[in-house]
């Protein structure tokens, strides 16, 4: 099983990090919704959690807690665009954007041994 979500480890890496693209990246579609003069890493991870409906932001820890929780052996992140089923991998490619990629990440969960 595969799950994609908004990542609260992505967000602030990205928010906060030196990669500056990817930051103009993530930040550009903050623009559309903040009035403000600047636009800091609060603004984006308000957006993220308030702007589009999530209840909720994920990391790698609380993820690998409740897939044990529900009989998964291991969970691991992929790269969003890594998917290891060509038909997924192929409709993300062509329809998420760049910056999709900037705030979500992708977990893997794999069943144990019966």
Known sequence: MAVAAPSAEKLARVSYGPDSERRRQLFARAQ???GD???TPS???NLAMR????RFLYDSEYMRWIGERVGYA?????GNFEVPDEGIC???????PERWD???ETWLFTK???
């Open 32 to 34: 559309s919704y903040y």
């Open 37 to 39: 003069p600047i636009l």
């Open 43 to 45: 603004h984006q991870l």
């Open 51 to 54: 702007g589009f409906g999530h």
């Open 74 to 78: 291991a969970v691991e992140s992929v």
């Open 90 to 96: 192929a409709y993300l490619k062509e329809r998420k």
């Open 102 to 104: 900037t705030q979500t």
């Open 112 to 114: 144990g041994q019966s």
